[in-house]
């Protein structure tokens, strides 16, 4: 995974726009409306952004798990 100027970074990043801070967190979802009830999208989250992301998710009714990132096995 690139950087900003164009290196690698060490570690998965979390997916809020503009966010350079490593994930902590896999939210784990899926929009029935286009996904088959099997499919499953991640996001990756930072602690600030863990509920920011979990919010958006869950308003739309696609949130299906949190998982810290340590554990999950995707």
Known sequence: MGDAEGGETEFPLCSRKGCRQPARWVLV???PKVHTPDRRKTWLACDEHRAY???FLT???FLRETVPF???TG
């Open 29 to 31: 979802w899926n929009n």
């Open 53 to 55: 992301l979990a919010d």
């Open 59 to 61: 308003l739309r009714g």
């Open 70 to 72: 340590d554990e999950f």
